[in-house]
């Protein structure tokens, strides 16, 4: 697909709603959502784009914060500001914003008790 580029949020809204039209009204059908992607060059790109469309989902938003800091840091070489800014592949971000049905990919399980097997495609939802 090749969507006319005029500027930044112009051509990512546009890139939106060609593969999620009418996202207010189906995206609580986990079908729709798992029947489609958006694929990225970059984690930064990947990270706009989910923010931009979790605010278009319904429904109320949870927020996870991770908690970093560096294991025998006695001079605070690396601030938490700095930790938290960190995107390593495979991991969630420091901030991670989720709604009830929204999609979600599970990349590691760090729990093995539970049986999750990696790339599992999920939905955030309550026990």
Known sequence: M????????????????AIY??????????DYMNSRAILAPKNEHVDKLNAMLIEKFRGDEVVYTSFDEAINDVYYYYSNEF???????????HKLV?????????LRNLDPS??????????????
Do not use: C, W
């Not at 989720?98 to 599970?106: E, F, R, S, V, W």
């Open 21 to 30: 039209p009418s996202l207010h009204i189906n995206g609580h059908l986990s």
């Open 98 to 106: 989720l709604k009830k049905n929204y999609p979600i990919m599970l």
């Open 83 to 93: 930790l938290n800014s960190l995107t390593p592949n495979g991991m969630s971000p």
């Open 114 to 127: 539970m049986v999750l097997k990696r790339f599992v495609s999920a939905v955030h939802g309550k026990r």
């Open 2 to 17: 090749v969507v006319e580029y005029d500027n930044d949020e112009a051509s990512e809204q546009r890139l939106m709603n």
